[in-house]
Nanobody, 119 residues
């Protein structure tokens, strides 16, 4: 079963940057669209950005122009470069494939990586 491991989170001041990484135990990122999601306390998990196998990217309006998603198929890793971080970016961040693929392949959520933006 494919496992996902997120890393790179931490405490950063507003305006700062972080780069998140997500490593997969199997070669799913070269086959499927993959996204970064986040869940803030008391809120539902939301899609932040995703990237297709063709390299097309999509971003939530709240992060457009500040976050960049990229993928390294050879390393089975997806990245999220986060710049100009805001207080409202504070959340646990997760990577995964779309729900339909997730259900089909039985892929669970990883443990996530915590991002805290605070002055």
């Amino acid at each position: 079963q494919v496992q996902l491991v997120e890393s790179g989170g931490g405490l950063v001041q507003p305006g700062g940057s972080l780069r998140l990484s997500c490593a997969a135990s199997g070669r799913i990122f070269s086959i499927y669209t993959v996204g970064w999601y986040r869940q803030a306390p008391g809120k539902q998990r939301e899609l932040v950005a995703d990237i297709t196998t063709a390299g097309t990217t999509h971003y939530a309006d709240s992060v457009k122009g500040r976050f960049t998603i990229s993928r390294d198929n050879a390393k089975n890793t997806v990245y999220l470069q986060m710049n100009s971080l805001k207080l409202e970016d504070t959340a646990f961040y997760y990577c995964n494939v779309p729900a339909s693929t997730r259900n089909e392949l039985g892929i669970s959520w990883g443990q996530g990586t915590q991002v805290t933006v605070s002055s």
